[in-house]
């Protein structure tokens, strides 16, 4: 049974107080509680390593990831960070694809495979996000949307890499908008994605690949979202900046 990962990615916020502040109180929770779930953070890159730190020496079992990496391994390429550089201070995972990186930065499908493969290199677990805009769901493109953005990419893996990847699918349209697709909405893409996970690698690998949804899960819906049953767990933004709100969609796992 594919266990639910509960990811928090904080963007581009908080100073270094408040960051070590929100995280310290989120250690202190999970040494409270009895979680059914892993939990990551996802911090800006500049406190990845004293995260980390923390977490070592409090004994915590909290994941620490990146918010992004460089396609290339090194070299003259100003402001980037490669994969071996954050897998060094202490990062297991990477967002790859967030829809805020495809729209801002114009990443390619090229571009996202090549750092999937960085990270593989380097044994780093890529978090892959997906999905689609308003005006492709409200086309009824969604669906071809996210394939082209799976098969361009990620579905590029052989059976051993891919078995190393999360996916999240993020409806663009339910991202900081307060929007949040319908627990039907949410079950229906997840079960789409894992069918074709199922199409390209088995369903040996497609029952064991987790599925994050990713658009304004709060306490308040994160129960129903996460009782879905394709649905493995949550990519969350704003709520994750408020150990309470971040606490409470832990324990609403199941």
């Known amino acids: 049974m594919r266990k639910k990962l509960i990811a928090g990615n904080w963007k581009m916020n908080l100073d270094w107080n ?4 929100l995280f310290a109180n989120l250690i202190q929770f999970e040494t409270s509680k009895q979680s059914k779930a892993d939990v990551a953070v996802f911090p800006p890159s500049a406190y990845i390593r004293h995260f980390y730190e923390l977490a070592s020496d409090r004994k915590s079992s909290i994941g620490i990831g990146a ?76 669906t071809f949307v996210t394939d082209n953005q799976l098969d361009g ?8 890499q891919f078995s190393n990847v999360v996916i999240a699918y993020e409806p663009v349209w339910a991202i900081g ?19 074709l996970v199922q199409s390209k690698y088995g369903a040996t690998i497609a029952n064991n690949t987790r599925i994050l949804y990713g658009g304004s899960m709060k306490p308040s819906n ?12 949550g990519l969350i933004g704003g709520a994750s900046l408020k150990v309470d709100d971040f606490g409470a969609i832990i324990n609403a796992c199941s």
């Open 177 to 195: 908008t307060g929007k949040t697709a319908s627990p039907d909405q949410a079950q229906d893409m997840h079960a789409f994605i894992r069918g």
């Open 67 to 142: 918010q992004d990496c460089s396609e290339y391994n090194g070299g003259a390429y100003t402001g980037e960070l490669a994969a071996s550089m954050i897998k060094s201070v202490g990062a297991s995972y990477c967002l790859v694809g967030h829809s805020e990186r495809r729209e801002y930065h114009h990443e390619s499908n090229d571009v996202l495979s090549e750092k999937v493969e960085r990270l593989l290199e380097n044994d780093v677990i890529p978090v892959f996000c997906c999905g689609e805009s308003l005006d492709h769901r409200e086309s009824g493109n969604h």
């Open 222 to 233: 994160a129960h129903e979202l996460l009782s879905q049953p394709d649905v493995d767990g």
């Open 18 to 21: 408040e960051a070590m502040t």
């Open 153 to 160: 990419t990620i579905f590029e893996l052989n059976e051993e």
